[in-house]
């Protein structure tokens, strides 16, 4: 059963860092993107990070120069490093990749990040 499980997660003060971390099953065939999404309260979720299969990356203006996506394939896992971090960084953070085999995404159960000021 593919799955994805996030951990890392958690209360930091304003200017502090974390680091995300998203295992795959590695039972997902054919991944182009691997991504990192949040969600905050009364908000859409959107997206923060993502990196193709080719090594292309592309972040979230709000976080350009202090977030970091990274991809681990032997050990099929995709970070993000979260320098800076601000209080409007706040959310759920989930990660996702996607199959072109199967044509959908798959995401994690999501991990909460606050900032506090």
């Known amino acids: 059963q593919e799955q994805l499980v996030e951990s890392g997660g958690g209360l930091v003060q304003a200017g502090g860092s974390l680091r995300l971390s998203c295992t795959g099953s590695g039972s997902i065939p054919s991944i182009v993107h691997r991504g990192w999404y949040r969600q905050a309260p009364g908000k859409q979720r959107e997206l923060v990070a993502a990196?193709?299969?080719?090594?292309?990356?592309n972040y979230n203006d709000s976080v350009k120069g202090r977030f970091t996506i990274s991809v681990d394939n032997a050990k099929n896992t995709v970070a993000l490093q979260m320098n800076s971090l601000k209080p409007e960084d706040t959310g759920i953070y989930y990660c996702?990749?996607?199959?072109?085999?199967?044509?959908?995404?798959?995401w994690g159960q999501g991990t909460q990040v606050t900032v506090s000021s």
């Open positions: 996702a990749v996607y199959s072109s085999k199967w044509g959908r995404y798959y």
């Open positions: 990196l193709t299969s080719v090594g292309t990356t």
